[in-house]
């Protein structure tokens, strides 16, 4: 698991997630989140996750509260 922080969210139920020492933020989708629904994140949240490749490029998955 890694951490980061929560950077961005939309209305479209999905954000992302910047990590320390990486250029790129990494994408997320609500379907995603472990033990939190999505209205009840804010940027700045700390969170941790795993990451996996997509067709899309690399993203966020089992996304929680760190």
Known sequence: MM???I???TDKG???IAREGEAK???F???ELVGV???E????DVVSFTVVDTDKGPAAT???RA
Not at 41 to 44: A, I, R, T
């Open 7 to 9: 950077k961005t969210l």
């Open 41 to 44: 994140l804010k940027v700045g």
């Open 29 to 31: 989708h609500s379907k």
């Open 14 to 16: 999905f954000g992302f």
């Open 37 to 39: 629904m999505f209205d």
């Open 62 to 64: 089992a996304v929680s």
């Open 3 to 5: 951490t980061g922080t």
């Open 25 to 27: 933020d990494l994408f």
